[in-house]
């Protein structure tokens, strides 16, 4: 996901000046501590309030607490039902919590709300570590697991008690008493470091604005850009000016278009510099001893480095694997990407530069490339990319693919007047889940684009338990009145976001713990990356590419001319994500001693860069100080190579679709929603593409897919 991992979303309808109070107020008024009765218990977002989370996690804590109590004292002998079951259920109110904190930290922060993720990050962190290594509880794990064989398990219950043996195991269950400590330490120093790494770039993001001057600033700059940047302006109580904010959806149209250079350097070195600028919100520190914590915490549990230890369980299982497939893609793309600069510094010198192409020039050099060779222009296609029209293209290809049906909600509390709500059901009606899309950058949300859920799907009562999913996005908003036209790249990012929401959405197990995306980080990509392959087919541009003013249908030649410039600039696309895979990876294969006190993350991502060959004119995706994938938190840490993993996937499985002659086949659609879509973690991702492919696919068809042959 182009976010942080096991993505936690947005809020909604929460009123900013009662988010300022500080009274506390009785828990019997806490709204955590009581029943929610809101259309499809939606948290009652306009009655929450900052001072709410700190007891209501208390009190989770300690009700979880009571329930792992209950599990050791039972004197039943362990079993499936007397251990694992319970450990399935445990929790109910610090998952309800954790539910709408996480989701509000991420898409609708402030003061108050950072100050409660400072204080309590570390907390839940030891929390959960402290039961991760309870002796008493491990041994009526293990005791269960032993038996595993005499124990007529179905599948799902049998890879949830392999899961759960093996999280204990990792974890640190059978580390002695003085290496459990340490190791509870590290985690609770990693929870505090990755808190504050992710709100010291969205510092950076916050205080950064670069006003323009409307007589000198704005040349090149289509219109609906010009009307963003007044929006970017309005919204920050700027009303009349431009700015141009380091939200990627105005930093990259910008330097696109702008025909200002010292502008376009300017802003990039805003952008390439966020958490790199000294004071308070520095990140350099912060990765070093990140890095560190993470090296010895793998050397507790037995692996020689960290990345060892995060690939184990994974698809790709080595670093040895992830090495060879990041080397096989990264010397063609280098290579295209050469060729790709000599192309710009042509136009450079077409136009009578005399100056080499730099980082900051290559976007706008490309848009005047791909103009020449393709006749292809951004500006020109912005405005058949309207986004309630792509919104709409989504939930219908969801309709063709799975018979699901989405219906705008009106009567829903929100965090935020932007977010929309949209009952999902299926074919028979029946309710499938409750969908939010958080679509607008803001001050108040963190970079980037992401999926996650208020609530999971299970089923382990009498009623089945159907998700709150969210898509949280940093589209540049429309001004007013004006529609909110988005980039092909946006466009592929709302689809991607919602294949995980679907894969969130029609999750059908019993056990929460592998519902939906609880699934290995290299093949959670497989079902987002799969379905950006709709967006760009004639199929869905015909009926949803119209234009925004005149409603008429993107004309077919212009469909010929993108569909032509598909592989254009891949070579930069490639270069740039695979240099931040490999610095990633490169970083956690680093031994403990390695990491001394002197230690200096930009030094060892520069070293990294170079040993490849790292193109002058080109900038890793995501640089070490604002990496949030990798350091808010270890989701991707060692596997941000999974999007290039998964792609390896989705080029493949769309193929299933291509070879019936119908990209709606319902045969084939059937296949990913019951093996891979509403299957959660129930085997092996493995074995899932296996069922729904019949075979595993080859990393050619990656290389072909991308123009890289």
């Known amino acids: 996901m182009r976010g942080n991992p096991h993505h936690l979303g947005h809020m909604g309808g929460l009123t900013p000046h009662r988010f300022d109070q500080e009274a506390t107020l009785p828990d019997e008024i806490n709204p955590f501590f009581q029943t929610w009765n809101t259309p499809f218990g939606v948290a009652p977002f306009p009655d929450l309030r900052p001072e709410h989370f700190i007891p209501a996690f208390e009190r989770g804590m300690a009700e979880h607490d009571a329930d792992i109590d209950a599990i050791v004292a039972n004197a039943e002998p362990p079993s499936f039902d007397t251990v694992i079951v319970p450990l399935e259920r445990m929790g109910a109110l610090l998952r309800r919590v954790n539910g709408v904190f996480w989701n509000l930290s991420g898409s609708n922060t402030n003061e108050a709300i950072q100050a409660v993720e400072r204080e309590i990050s570390p907390r839940l ?13 491990f041994r009526k794990v293990e005791a269960v697991w032993n038996e595993r064989d005499t124990l007529a398990l179905d599948e799902e219950q049998a890879r949830v008690l392999d899961l759960t043996y093996e999280g204990f195991v990792r974890d640190g269950a059978k580390l002695d008493p003085a290496d459990k400590e340490r190791l509870t330490t590290i985690v609770e120093r990693l929870a505090t470091l990755g808190t504050q790494f992710s709100q ?14 409307p007589e000198t600033d704005l040349v090149g700059l289509p219109p609906a850009l010009v009307d963003a940047t007044a929006q970017a302006a309005s919204e920050r109580g700027l009303d009349g000016q431009h700015i141009v904010t380091l939200s990627r959806s105005l930093v990259v149209p910008f330097l696109q278009y702008s025909s200002r250079r010292d502008l376009r350097e300017k802003v990039f070195a805003a952008w390439i510099r966020r958490g790199e600028n000294g004071g308070e919100a520095d990140n350099l520190a912060i990765v070093a001893e990140t890095v560190k914590l993470r090296a010895e915490r793998a050397r507790l549990l037995g692996f020689e480095t960290f990345a060892d230890y995060k ?5 790709a299982k080595t670093p040895e694997a992830v090495q060879a497939l990041l080397d096989r893609v990264w010397e063609r793309a280098r290579i295209r990407a050469e060729q790709e600069e000599v192309d710009l510094q042509n136009a450079v010198r077409a136009e009578g530069g005399n100056f080499t192409i730099a980082a900051h020039d290559w976007r706008y050099y490309s848009e005047k490339v791909r103009k020449s060779q393709y006749d292809i222009d951004e500006a020109e296609l912005k405005p058949y990319l309207e986004l309630g029209n792509v919104i709409a293209a989504a939930f219908d290809t969801a309709h063709r693919l799975f018979g699901l049906t989405f219906t705008e909600r009106h009567d829903i509390p929100l965090y935020h007047p932007d977010v929309k709500s949209f009952s999902v059901a299926d074919r028979t009606g029946r ?19 992401w999926n996650s859920s208020f609530r999971s799907q299970e089923h382990m009562g009498v009623e089945d338990i159907r998700p709150i999913v969210v898509n949280v996005m940093n589209f540049a908003k429309g001004g007013d009145g004006e ?3 988005l980039s092909f790249d946006d466009a592929r990012t709302l689809f991607h976001e919602f294949g995980h929401a679907l894969h969130t959405m029609l999750s059908d197990v019993t056990y929460p713990s592998i519902a939906g995306t609880s699934v290995p980080r290299d093949f959670v990509e497989f079902p987002s990356q799969l379905y ?14 119209l234009h925004a003013e005149t409603g008429v249908p993107m004309p077919e030649e212009l469909l010929a001319r993108v569909k032509r410039a598909r592989n254009f600039n891949q070579g930069f696309s490639t270069v740039e994500y695979c240099a931040s895979a490999i610095v990633d990876l490169d970083f956690h294969l680093l031994r403990e001693d390695e990491i001394t006190e002197h230690f200096d993350p930009v030094a060892f991502e520069r070293r990294v860069l170079d040993r490849i060959g790292m193109p002058n004119a080109i900038v890793m995706r995501h640089r070490t100080p604002h990496f949030t994938h990798v350091f808010s938190g270890d989701g991707y840490s060692s596997g941000y190579y999974s999007y290039l993993w998964s792609e390896v996937l989705d080029a493949d499985g769309f193929a299933a679709f291509e070879e019936t002659g119908d990209i709606y086949d319902q045969e084939t659609a059937d296949r990913l929603y019951r093996y891979v879509l509403s299957a959660g973690d129930t085997r092996e991702p493995d074995e899932a593409y296996r069922l729904f492919r019949g075979r595993m696919p080859s990393v050619d068809t990656l290389i072909e897919k991308r123009g890289l042959a």
């Open 125 to 137: 962190a030891r929390h959960y570590q402290s039961i991760a290594v309870n002796a008493a509880l």
């Open 200 to 213: 010291n770039v969205l510092s950076d993001e916050k205080s950064y604005r670069l006003v323009l001057d």
């Open 311 to 315: 690939l184990q369980p994974v698809m």
């Open 431 to 449: 309710h499938v889940a409750l969908f939010l899309g958080d679509y607008f950058a803001r001050p108040s949300k963190r970079s980037g684009a």
């Open 483 to 485: 529609p909110t036209l």
């Open 532 to 545: 950006e392959h709709w967006f760009m087919r004639e199929e869905v541009l015909r009926r949803f590419a």
